[in-house]
């Protein structure tokens, strides 16, 4: 059956493959009438897979017939991602081989081409997720009438969806994979905005742990362009078009693929992923423009999958591409003091030990702090300069916070300043400085007991509750009390439990929920001069799975 | 790499800083004006929410909160068997040490705990401790508004009112003497004066928000800062007789010296016999071992410190910490130095004695010196029950009583009777 579907599915990239584009458009809703008669059929009961196969493929070709090509931000280009969603879904659900009735709010929409195979496995992924799982609260995932069903009727857990999701992403290297669903999933209101987050800090947290664990074999070195490597199981790849210089080091990661290490990923049937690259300068192209159009996640939009890296397409644009470099040489550069962007972006895209990793977020946390030690020094929290750095100084402090935590748990080095400060702006400072001790002791005091990490929130909440008190019996002023409360609600926030390359992921997280909407105009030299690496490295980064990190990057620059 | 590595050095060297100066290094010294004052003890908490709690008494009569920080396992209330335990300070305004002493040793203690060590967490999970840096924070704003390094002895001594809150409390000395003489109680005295108390006109703010604290909360031991002199000063501090000088005992005069001590021995400018005087013509013939009774040194009616000894039987000494009532800033650290065991060691004093639980009525203390003792618990309408205990120096040793009340006692003595006369009705066929 798996490769029945295969070679349908096959068949079908094939003829997709000429109009794939690169980027992956957010649909938008602007399908034909024709299609939503297609899509609304309403489905009582299961119906034979044959049948339900066929029915998909007359529609797509519809579909296909009816698009065009995919040159423009074009629906075109819009139905192939379709397609390729589809794919995705479908191969999320692979192995899979339930038969329940479900409805898909998907093709009322008109939006989705309904998949060839259960229509089942083109629902929404976050539903049934249990809630009891990871801590997560998906409780609201459950108000969704359909769900995932695997072979012997129990649901898909949100696990196995995340890890589906994160192969999926991390096979086909390309984040858009995972923008796809999401916006389509947001667009038709099936999920929230921070549901959405949720899932995609989940994703990303997945996918780190895949390159994590290929990391050991694989060799940062080995960048290179136009490397056509393909994987054992992909039958037909020979066709593929529009290698370009954008290939992906994700190369390396095909490299021992393991069908061993993630034993639940079946996905054979691969998308061929040179399908959906296209020559670079197109990309160029689209990119620029598209970089025109902001950094919005949101599908409504009608951005090209790029649009979360408009100032990293830029930038590649504009550099040489210098080949691959020794780790050693990065690590150097690294350390000469670069900017914490270019530490990110060596981050994300490159496999280096965990220890090296350790270091570099020391590092990096070394200078956020004594980066953001300027912000803090202005007296008021609201920050000096008259800025809406309300939220800007939050996470600031937040995040400087986090770096003095973090230099405590690597050692003792105490380099904060004394907790009484006689003078003003050491107030919050001195707040922050004796909640941080108290966090601090907090964790020693849990581990040396065996107990459970404490509960943030819960401390959160008491604290809250005390402050209230306090400032209703006049022991401590409101905006102290607002300050103390915003620290914790920051801390809150954060796991403080996570390895080091996750905060970074959390800290971004962070960074990006209090960034304004809008972004700046990035000076494109500044860009440039910033990342000295070479534009493969910079390629790699810009398969971070998260549009978060990027708006950080690009924020980063700015300032 | 190399940054990198000159930054784990320079890690290192400021570890190697720290670690020099101790925990002391956590702890800046100096003054704290009211807001400050706020601040660090907001600080305190913040660092150690689990065990400390701020709380306010009352307001000055200039609107500032009387301000205390309390420590303890499970702040906020009191539980059986933990005794209470508070100190004052800054009663006149212009005497500054103790202020600051109190507030770096709430600090010292947060930190302490959360570095693991085991005398204070010991101490906090069996007492609950209670710091009130300033009982007089308008006066301390007056003293330190002063210009200049020299503070007037008197400027910010007594509150807004231009009262003197040490001689302000109402006067028990009087009517314990009097009682002694014509009978009568000589401990307790507070419990039927809660009226009196609202009531009197004379109280200023300050000393009525203390008045309500000590009626509310059972305290066992505590001290009262002061400044001006170099001793640990107890009961009484009013003479008998009513002249200047005169050794004026309490019933607990040698439970007293043992506390007074207990404190001026881990002081080593306290406790120096060679110390000279503070002033040249100070008259410190009273002083011995770096203690004094109040009354022998010279007489003081109205005081907090018998107050709080005769109205709920709390034991509290008088601490005078500085020859200096407003030394220099940069002196806070010395002072610091030379007091810290002492006000630690003190609190442990409270674990001394006989202690228990009386059922349903709840628990008690009694400070003793060593020696035997025959402890009688009563109270009005029950039967009193007297107990020979045999007290060591340290710990306390525990003496549960059951008192069995009057009523119950008066109803078994009527059931029996009635037995009886059913059973000699019986036999007699009555």
């Given at each position: 059956m798996a490769s029945k579907y295969v070679g349908l599915f096959v068949l079908f990239q094939l003829l997709a493959l000429n109009v794939l584009s690169q980027i992956s458009a957010f649909p938008t809703p602007t399908a034909s009438t024709d299609d939503k008669t297609v899509y609304n059929r309403q489905l009582t009961e299961e119906r034979p897979l044959q049948e339900q196969i066929a029915e998909a493929d007359s529609v797509k070709a519809a579909v296909q017939s009816a698009e065009g090509k995919r040159s423009t931000a074009s629906k075109g280009a819009e139905s192939e991602q379709d397609l390729d969603d589809f794919t995705v879904l479908k191969s999320l659900a692979d192995g899979q081989k339930s038969k329940e009735t479900t409805e898909l709010p998907l093709k009322k929409e008109g939006q989705y081409v309904p998949d060839e195979s259960d229509s089942t496995k083109s629902r929404r992924l976050t539903e049934d997720y249990d809630s009891t799982k990871n801590g997560?609260?998906?409780?609201?995932?459950?108000?969704?009438?359909e769900s995932f069903r695997q072979v012997d009727g129990t649901s898909l857990t949100a696990e196995d969806i995340v890890q589906k999701i994160a192969n999926k992403i991390y096979e086909e290297d390309d984040r858009g994979v995972f923008d796809r669903i999401v916006s389509k999933l947001l667009k038709l209101g099936l999920i929230t905005d921070s549901q959405a987050d949720t899932l995609e800090y989940q994703v990303a947290e997945a996918l780190q742990d895949l390159i994590t664990k290929n990391a050991k074999n694989n060799e940062i070195d080995d960048v290179e362009s136009n490397d056509e490597e393909t994987r054992g199981e992909q039958e037909d790849q020979g066709s593929d078009t529009n290698k370009d210089t954008w290939e992906p080091p994700s190369r390396r990661y095909n490299k021992d693929e393991d069908d061993d290490e993630e034993n639940d990923d079946e996905i054979e049937d691969e998308v061929d992923r040179d399908a959906e690259e296209e020559g670079d300068d197109k990309a160029n192209k689209t990119w620029d423009k598209d970089a025109e159009e902001g950094n919005e996640v949101r599908p409504e939009d009608g951005l090209q999958d790029l649009q979360y890296f408009p100032n990293f397409y830029r930038l590649l644009s504009s550099l040489d591409s210098a080949g691959v470099v020794e780790c050693e040489t990065y690590t150097d550069r690294l350390m000469s003091g670069a900017p914490y962007v270019t530490r990110l972006v060596f981050l994300a895209g490159h496999h280096i030990s965990s220890q090296w990793k350790e270091n570099l977020d020391a590092m990096i946390a070394m200078q956020t702090k004594n980066k953001l030690g300027k912000a803090l020094g202005p007296p008021d929290f609201t920050g000096p300069n008259g800025k809406n750095l309300d939220e800007d100084d939050n996470t600031k402090a937040e995040a400087a916070k986090m770096q003095k935590e973090y230099e405590n748990l690597k050692d003792s080095t105490k380099e904060e300043q004394p907790s009484t400060e006689t003078n003003q702006p050491g107030k919050s400072e001195t707040y922050l400085e004796a909640i941080r001790k108290n966090i601090e002791w907090l964790k020693k005091h849990n581990k040396e007991e065996g107990k459970e990490d404490y509960d943030l929130s819960k401390l959160k909440d008491f604290m809250d509750q005390q402050v209230d008190s306090y400032i209703e019996k006049g022991i401590i002023a409101k905006d102290e009390g607002d300050t103390i409360k915003r620290i914790y609600s920051s801390l809150e926030a954060v796991t403080l439990a996570v390895l080091p390359y996750e905060r970074i992921l959390v800290r971004a997280r962070l960074w990006d929920s209090s960034l304004s909407d809008s972004d700046p105009d990035l000076d494109r030299e500044k860009m440039v001069d910033s990342l000295q690496y070479s534009k493969p490295l910079v390629q790699a980064a810009g398969r971070f799975p998260s549009p978060v990190i990027f708006r950080m990057l690009t924020r980063e620059i700015r300032d | 790499m190399k940054h990198f590595t000159s930054l784990v050095l320079f890690g290192a060297a400021v570890v190697a800083l720290v670690s020099a100066a101790g925990s002391e290094g956590e702890i800046s010294f100096e003054y704290h004006r009211y807001e400050e004052l706020r601040k660090a003890l907001v600080s305190v908490w913040l660092q150690c929410p689990t065990i400390t709690r701020i709380y306010t008494i009352g307001e000055s009569f200039e609107g500032r909160e009387l301000l205390v920080l309390e420590m303890t396992d499970n702040p906020g209330t009191h539980e059986p068997g933990e005794p209470e335990f508070k100190y004052i300070a800054n009663m006149h305004g212009n005497e500054a040490v103790g202020r600051e002493l109190l507030i770096y040793l709430a600090q010292y203690l947060c930190n302490q705990y959360q570095q693991g060590n085991e005398t204070v967490i010991d101490l906090v999970h069996n007492t609950r401790i209670h710091f009130m840096p300033s009982m007089n924070p308008d006066g301390f704003e007056k003293a330190a508004s002063q210009p200049g390094e020299i503070k007037d002895w008197f400027v910010g001594r007594s509150n807004a009112q231009g009262v003197d809150l040490n001689r302000n409390f109402p006067d028990l000395d009087r009517i314990i003497y009097i009682n002694e003489r014509e009978g009568g109680a000589n401990n307790h005295l507070l419990q039927n004066m809660k009226k009196a108390v609202d009531e009197?006109?004379?109280?200023?703010p300050e000393t009525k928000a203390v008045i309500h604290w000590i009626m509310d909360i059972p305290f066992v031991l505590s001290a009262n800062l002061h400044g001006g002199d170099v001793v640990a000063n107890y009961p009484y501090d009013e003479t008998r007789t009513g002249s200047t000088h005169e050794y004026s005992s309490s019933p607990d005069d040698v439970m007293f010296k043992s506390l007074a001590r207990a404190y001026s021995i881990y002081n080593p400018v306290m406790s120096d016999p060679n110390r000279a005087p503070c002033r040249k013509n100070d008259d410190d013939s009273s002083f011995k071992d770096g203690i004094t009774n109040g009354g022998a040194w010279y007489s003081v009616p109205g005081g907090m410190q018998d107050f709080n000894y005769l109205s709920s039987n709390c034991f509290e000494i008088t601490l005078e910490l500085s020859c200096d009532k407003f030394p220099n800033e940069d002196t806070l650290k010395s002072y610091w130095e030379q007091n810290r065991n002492s006000l630690v060691n003190y609190i442990e004093q409270v674990h001394r004695g006989v202690k228990g639980f009386v059922p349903k009525d709840g628990d008690y203390w009694r400070l003793l010196a060593p020696g035997n003792y025959k402890v009688a618990a009563s109270a009005p309408g029950y039967l009193t029950v007297i107990k020979k205990v045999a007290v060591s120096y340290s710990p306390a040793t525990r003496v549960d009583f059951e008192l069995e009340s009057l009523m119950e006692r008066k109803e078994e003595e009527r059931e029996e009777l009635m037995d009886w006369w059913k059973m000699m009705s019986e036999t007699l066929n009555f």
């Open positions: 997560m609260d998906y409780g609201k995932y459950q108000d969704d009438t | 009197n006109t004379k109280l200023a």
